[in-house]
């Protein structure tokens, strides 16, 4: 199974992204879905996280401004970014704690990382 992000590119400061992530094949379950982030230099620091009963928990330094959502039907996580910030510019990687049809046990999982820059 891979996580297949979405979403990223080139934006101005003020503006809005939304990021999406979907496993590869189908799972039985997911849990915890969480987005993380990782500027250049820097290690890569959790930016949100939303659990199976779609309790919500973000980084201090959202303040507002990310939602974190997702749709079980389909297997997908968002993030909804507003009001970016040139210090939001970094790849953003999607991870997933999942069970995988035929494994017993549930595991962590993570994307390939979609690059977000925030430029004028």
């Known amino acids: 199974v891979q996580l297949v992000e979405s979403g990223g590119g080139l934006v101005q400061p003020g503006g809005s992204l939304r990021l999406s992530c979907v496993p590869s094949?189908?799972?039985?379950?997911?849990?915890?879905m969480r987005w993380w982030r990782q500027a250049p230099g820097k290690p890569r620091t959790m930016v949100a996280e939303?659990?199976?009963?779609?309790?919500?928990n973000y980084a201090d330094f959202v303040n507002g401004r990310f939602t974190i959502s997702r749709d079980n039907a389909k297997n997908t996580v968002y993030l909804q970014m507003n009001s970016l910030k040139p210090e939001d510019t970094a790849v953003y990687f999607c991870?997933?704690?999942?069970?995988?049809?035929?494994?017993?046990?549930?595991?962590?999982?993570w994307g390939q990382g979609t690059l977000v820059t925030v430029s004028s």
């Open positions: 094949e189908m799972v039985v379950t997911i849990s915890t």
């Open positions: 991870n997933m704690f999942l069970r995988e049809i035929g494994i017993y046990r549930p595991k962590d999982y």
């Open positions: 939303i659990d199976g009963n779609f309790m919500t």
